[in-house]
């Protein structure tokens, strides 16, 4: 199993429509989560931190379940501009203690009129 | 306020080159991460600088090396390059080696031929 692992995308939605993605880990030590915003051939940006009691920023909301082990990110009210690849990050334990960043490969999105 | 860059912005190698790449963080960040990202995949973390010592390596050769220089900046090299090692790689930036949230540069677009 993958260390961090999102949905098959690419997601097709209308505008206006509102759009979940999950990302699951596998390593139950984790301690810090994030969503990152990729455009074509550009580099990631961060979109936002995930909190345990689960965090939102505007149209967009992030949750955590540690007890299942995924993330999630909800976008309301979809716009086309929120067409894009949104990576999960999840920073698992790696041997010695120290934390390695961990990205998922990406969920597609495309918003369309 | 500056965000993180990268030089050069493409480069084209032979196999069996060595090649460098160069970042500067953003403004206020002391750490330095690098990740290589090949066409559909996420960003795969390859090492991170402090205090311009190596703290943490992902699962790559050798072949990868890197350094930090007082100003914080820091340099990628790679070795001996192979096709494989096309891809993009990308610089990130962050304050201490905590879990805060971490800045990417624009990336060097890696070819080789």
């Known amino acids: 199993r993958k260390e961090v692992e999102q949905d098959p995308g690419p997601f097709n939605v209308p505008e206006g429509a509102t759009v979940a993605f999950n990302c699951t880990y596998s390593?139950?030590?984790?301690?810090?989560f994030f969503w990152y915003r990729q455009d074509c051939r550009k580099e990631p940006k961060l979109l936002m931190s995930?909190?345990?009691s689960g965090n939102e920023d505007g149209r967009f909301t992030a949750q955590l379940n540690r007890a299942s082990q995924y993330i999630s990110l909800l976008i309301r009210d979809s716009k086309l501009s929120d067409s894009a690849t949104y990576l999960c990050v999840v920073n698992p334990r790696a041997s010695g203690g120290s934390y390695i960043p961990t990205f998922g490969r990406g969920t597609s999105l495309i918003v369309h009129p | 306020d500056a965000g993180v860059t990268q030089s050069p912005t493409h480069l084209i190698k032979t196999r069996g080159q060595q090649v460098t790449l160069r970042c500067s963080p953003k403004s206020g960040h002391d750490t330095v991460s690098w990740y290589q990202q090949a066409l559909g995949q996420g960003p795969q973390f390859i090492f991170q600088y402090y205090e311009e010592e190596e703290r943490q390596r992902g699962n790559f050769p050798d072949r990868f090396s890197g350094h930090q220089f007082p100003n914080y900046s820091s340099e990628l090299n790679v070795n001996a390059l192979l096709l494989g090692d096309s891809a993009l790689y990308l610089c990130a930036s962050r304050a201490g080696t905590g879990w805060a949230e971490q800045y990417f540069g624009p990336g060097t677009r890696l070819t080789v031929t």
């Open positions: 995930v909190y345990s």
């Open positions: 390593n139950s030590a984790s301690q810090s």
